[in-house]
């Protein structure tokens, strides 16, 4: 799922984001592009972030000095590549488009503060501008490790409390401050139904397969009826149901329950690696993927009963 994810977000990019940052050229062109679906996948990823962090960290609940190494490795796997991408796009701008960038809004976007586009655009972004997605990932970490001392159940809680209030605060503020803008969009739901459906298959229990399915093909009258958002670039409630409805049915089709796949004789412990590889390689993409440290759903078949790390705990 989180693979899928991360090939149509860098598709999407290949497709047009770099063409229109860095001049035609650079892009696919074509007809396509993937607003929705790109969209659909990195809501995806924020639902995956929020189940992986339950799941990984139920060791460290509860536990003396795991809000400070929670928040180490958060930033290590996720910082300094951060640093070395968005160090080389300003060489590539600077060497092969000789332009000039802004010394200031290329500090504060390393600390992950953006700013608004000179377009007035309400889009909010960082100078390497597919990484605007760290900043609600950044945030969410920041919020889980702070109540990381406290019991699962009650550190979750408190978690959505202080989202929900976030979001609530999101309906009064004004788009004047770019990172308060960003950090009370609605989407920040989207990691408090990943924290949920962790909860509740930590429990033992599974949604039946004819509810899953039903879910999945309930995606395709969502993309065909859900209208599109007024403007989508502001994350609000509109976009939420638009993107965020396909989102919340994948979700629970695919994390509901263990997948059984087909032919898993053909599955080894070498492929499983290696498709855990390719999804922690997308973190360049702002993703967050595999950053926790275990796989959010089970493959289950013959011989092969899988959940394991995506990234080798540290």
């Given at each position: 799922?989180?693979?899928?994810a991360?090939?149509?977000?860098?598709?999407?990019?290949?497709?047009?984001?770099?063409?229109?940052?860095?001049?035609?050229?650079?892009?696919?062109?074509?007809?396509?592009?993937?607003?929705?679906?790109?969209?659909?996948?990195?809501?995806?990823?924020?639902?995956?972030?929020?189940?992986?962090?339950?799941?990984?960290?139920?060791?460290?609940?509860?536990?003396?000095?795991?809000?400070?190494?929670?928040?180490?490795?958060?930033?290590?796997?996720?910082m300094?590549?951060?640093?070395?991408a968005?160090?080389?796009?300003?060489?590539?701008?600077?060497?092969?488009?000789?332009?000039?960038?802004?010394?200031?809004?290329?500090?504060?976007s390393?600390?992950?503060?953006?700013?608004w586009?000179?377009?007035?655009?309400?889009r909010?972004?960082?100078?390497?501008?597919?990484?605007?997605?760290?900043?609600?990932?950044?945030g969410?970490?920041?919020?889980?490790?702070?109540?990381?001392?406290?019991?699962?159940a009650?550190?979750v809680?408190?978690?959505?409390?202080?989202?929900?209030?976030?979001?609530?605060?999101?309906?009064?503020?004004?788009?004047?401050?770019?990172?308060?803008?960003?950090?009370?969009?609605?989407?920040?739901?989207?990691?408090?139904?990943?924290?949920?459906?962790?909860?509740?298959?930590?429990g033992?229990?599974q949604a039946?397969?004819g509810?899953?399915?039903?879910?999945?093909?309930?995606?395709?009258?969502?993309?065909?009826?859900?209208?599109d958002?007024?403007?989508?670039s502001?994350?609000?409630?509109?976009?939420?149901?638009?993107?965020?409805?396909?989102?919340?049915?994948?979700?629970?089709a695919?994390?509901?329950?263990?997948?059984?796949?087909?032919a898993?004789?053909?599955?080894n412990?070498?492929?499983?690696?290696?498709?855990?590889?390719?999804?922690?390689m997308?973190?360049?993409?702002?993703?967050?993927?595999?950053?926790?440290?275990?796989?959010?759903?089970?493959?289950?078949?013959?011989?092969?009963?899988?959940?394991?790390?995506?990234?080798?705990?540290?």
């Open positions: 799922m989180r693979a899928l991360a090939f149509i977000v860098a598709a999407a990019h290949i497709a047009f984001g770099f063409a229109d940052h860095v001049g035609a050229g650079l892009g696919l062109g074509g007809g396509w592009q993937a607003g929705r679906e790109g969209q659909v996948a990195v809501l995806l990823f924020f639902i995956v972030s929020g189940y992986v962090m339950v799941t990984a960290s139920r060791d460290s609940f509860g536990k003396p000095g795991g809000r400070g190494r929670f928040w180490l490795r958060r930033f290590i796997r996720i300094p590549p951060y640093w070395l968005s160090a080389l796009l300003a060489g590539v701008l600077t060497v092969l488009y000789a332009q000039e960038i802004d010394a200031a809004s290329f500090i504060a390393l600390v992950l503060v953006p700013s586009p000179p377009s007035g655009e309400l909010p972004l960082v100078f390497l501008w597919v990484g605007w997605t760290l900043i609600f990932e950044m969410f970490y920041f919020i889980f490790g702070l109540f990381l001392p406290l019991p699962r009650q550190a809680l408190s978690v959505v409390g202080v989202l929900a209030v976030m979001i609530i605060a999101g309906t009064w503020v004004p788009p004047v401050n770019p990172l308060l803008f960003m950090l009370t969009r609605p989407v920040l739901a989207m990691f408090v139904a990943g924290m949920g459906l962790a909860l509740w298959r930590s033992g229990a039946h397969p509810l899953r399915w039903v879910a999945l093909l309930g995606i395709v009258p969502a993309m065909l009826f859900i209208p958002p007024a403007v989508p502001a994350m609000g409630w509109d976009y939420l149901a638009w993107a965020g409805m396909p989102t919340l049915l994948v979700a629970f695919v994390l509901g329950g263990p997948l059984a796949l087909p898993s004789g053909l599955i412990a070498r492929e499983i690696s290696a498709m855990r590889s390719i999804c922690c997308f973190r360049w993409h702002g993703s967050g993927c595999c950053s926790g440290g275990a796989c959010p759903c089970s493959i289950r078949g013959r011989g092969i009963t899988s959940s394991a790390p995506c990234w080798r705990r540290s």
